[in-house]
Structures are given as structure tokens and as C-alpha cells.
T-cell receptor
Framework: GQNIDQPTEMTATEGAIVQINCTYQ??????LFWYQQHAGEAPTFLSY??LDGLEEKGRFSSFLSRSKGYSYLLLKELQMKDSASYLC??????????WGAGTKLIIKP | GAVVSQHPSWVICKSGTSVKIECRSL??????MFWYRQFPKQSLMLMAT?????????EQGVEKDKFLINHASLTLSTLTVTSAHPEDSSFYIC???????????????FGEGSWLTVV
């Protein structure tokens, strides 16, 4: 079966760095997405990785290892507004998105 | 950039009635749109894939006669919840695959979402 695993909840301090991990097992792979979702709102796109390595975009970076079926989202200089759920999703061989359950990130002052 | 608009944002309907939610791609043609449902504190659940000019492909467990999807044009897909019941109350989100002509076919753009409350 297809499976995406990510931690249910994480807590971090304002100004710090947090890494949210995602492991996946899917039938085929056409890229991995990270989305941010604030409560009651639709997800917003953060990053897309299809090749191994680190993609940096401002305070957010995303890493992919296809051989390990592993990705992480790295958030630096955390701000209170970063409190949200972070969703990992993999595009499978049919270009269907398989979604993780999301990681709720709580930022404390 | 590519934008997807969803309407209405909020809707309250009486049990037993039907409600339609629209999803529009504003500045690009979307041959494929997706409909999701999200219950509070849960992840997105794909309901169906909507393909322009053909029947939608429903995920297992989703009643196609209850959740009618129509993708009549390249910029509009609609989801109609028929004979709605309180348990259908949820957050419904549509998304569209980005335009291949711009190399964005691997980018998924989301609508704002629609909160449905059935009373």
C-alpha cells in the first residue's frame, strides 16, 4: 500500500529552527510537495522536490532522498505566524497526490 | 500567476437540500481538477479527480451519486452535494494542476475552500 508518515505534532520556540520529517512508500514517484495549512484555510504551496538534495527558499528549506524515501522541511528563524499544520504529499506514478496526515507545529514565545 | 477561485466560501443549507460549490481556474486552463474534503483536525482526503469533458474518477468510499462533479469547461468544475445531511458538514477544497505550457504541470494550485454546514 501507499503510505506517508510524519509526526503528528511538534513544538518549537520563536526564533529557533525546526525540522519536520516525512517518510514515504508509494507506487512510483513524481515529486514530493510540502504545504502549509493554517486552521480553517486551504493549504498553500511551500516547496517541490523531485531530485535528491536540498532546495532553499528563504527561511524554508526542503530536502529529499529518494533512495531512503525521506524528506524534511526545515524552518529557520521561527515566527509566531509559522504556527500551522505542515503537509507532506507525494505524487505517485499516476501523478496522484498521496497526502500525509500533517504535522501541527506549535510555536512558543 | 495561476490562481484558483472557489465559491462560496461559506454555505449553510438545510438537511435534504442540495448545494453546489464552484471551482474556477482564473487565468489558465485546467484539464484536471481535484476535489478534497477535510474534517476538523484531519488531513485532506481526495474525493475525486475531475477531468474536463469526461466523467470524474471517484475515490473508494465516495458516493458518486451523492457528490456530483461536473467539469464542463477548461476553467470550471462544480461539486454538488445532493440531499445533504449534517454528517456532510465539512471543509471542501478544490485544486487544479498548473498549466503545462508554463512548465507548472507538477504544481497544484488550491482554491480557498468552502465551509459547508448542514443543519
Amino acid at each position: 500500500g501507499q503510505n506517508i508518515d510524519q509526526p503528528t505534532e511538534m513544538t518549537a520556540t520563536e526564533g529557533a529552527i525546526v525540522q519536520i520529517n516525512c517518510t514515504y512508500q508509494t507506487s512510483g514517484f513524481n515529486g514530493l510537495f510540502w504545504y502549509q495549512q493554517h486552521a480553517g484555510e486551504a493549504p498553500t504551496f511551500l516547496s517541490y522536490n523531485v531530485l535528491d538534495g536540498l532546495e532553499e527558499k528563504g527561511r524554508f528549506s526542503s530536502f529529499l532522498s529518494r533512495s531512503k524515501g525521506y524528506s524534511y522541511l526545515l524552518l529557520k528563524e521561527l515566527q509566531m505566524k509559522d504556527s500551522a499544520s505542515y503537509l507532506c504529499a507525494v505524487s505517485d506514478s499516476n501523478y496522484q497526490l498521496i497526502w500525509g496526515a500533517g504535522t501541527k507545529l506549535i510555536i512558543k514565545p | 500567476g495561476a490562481v484558483v477561485s472557489q465559491h462560496p466560501s461559506w454555505v449553510i443549507c438545510k438537511s435534504g437540500t442540495s448545494v453546489k460549490i464552484e471551482c474556477r481556474s482564473l487565468d489558465f486552463q485546467a484539464t484536471t481538477m481535484f476535489w478534497y474534503r477535510q474534517f476538523p483536525k484531519q488531513s485532506l482526503m481526495l474525493m475525486a479527480t475531475s477531468n474536463e469533458g469526461s466523467k470524474a474518477t471517484y475515490e473508494q468510499g465516495v458516493e458518486k451519486d451523492k457528490f456530483l462533479i461536473n467539469h464542463a469547461s477548461l476553467t470550471l468544475s462544480t461539486l454538488t452535494v445532493t440531499s445533504a445531511h449534517p454528517e456532510d458538514s465539512s471543509f471542501y477544497i478544490c485544486s487544479a494542476r498548473g498549466p503545462g505550457s508554463l512548465g507548472l504541470e507538477n504544481t497544484i494550485y488550491f482554491g480557498e475552500g468552502s465551509w459547508l454546514t448542514v443543519v
